[in-house]
């Protein structure tokens, strides 16, 4: 399904889409272990995961904002999870718009497709993890689109790579 707001629409990402999303990921600065990958290598597995992981109905999505001039300027990827308690939420693993395009209403755009897909599928909730130091957290980009940060909770990782 294609969303057209304002400027922008917002569609499923396709394969092609790969170059423009890996270049909104470089553009950020922020994950520096990209420089020491090249570009085809980043897009290949781009567009690898959308032909194999996003099919329409699937368990991730992976959306666009793609201007009226055929550029994209930002994603959202969300995975669809079974969860006992509540019968199944959203998770927001990332969402980001090129740095020259913030401002615009595309973020909101994008989480507003997102929403509208978990309505759809009859989910109960969307989660997502933001940094502190990001300056979406700062500006409060999110509790301006209505969602909330938990203070009862805590967020742990775990990285498989330090395995020995």
Request: net charge negative; aromatic share 10%; glycine share 10%.
């Amino acid at each position: 399904m294609t969303i057209k707001h304002a400027a922008i629409t917002i569609r499923d990402a396709l394969p092609e889409d790969a170059p423009a999303i890996d270049a909104v990921l470089r553009a950020l600065g922020w994950f520096t272990h990209l420089d020491d990958i090249p570009s085809d290598e980043t897009q290949a597995r781009i567009a690898r995961v959308i032909a194999e992981k996003c099919s329409q109905g699937g368990d991730n999505t992976l959306l666009v904002a793609e201007t009226t001039q055929g550029a994209v300027v930002g994603y959202l990827f969300v995975h669809w999870l079974p969860n006992l308690i509540f019968g199944g939420e959203g998770y927001v693993s990332e969402l980001f718009i090129l740095p020259d395009a913030r401002g615009q209403g595309i973020g909101g755009a994008l989480l507003e497709e997102a929403k509208r897909r978990g309505i759809a599928r009859g989910y109960q909730r969307l989660t997502l993890f933001n940094r502190r130091e990001r300056e979406s957290f700062q500006r409060g980009f999110y509790p301006k689109h209505g969602w909330i940060e938990r203070d009862d909770a805590a967020l742990f990782m775990y990285y498989l790579d330090d395995e020995g």
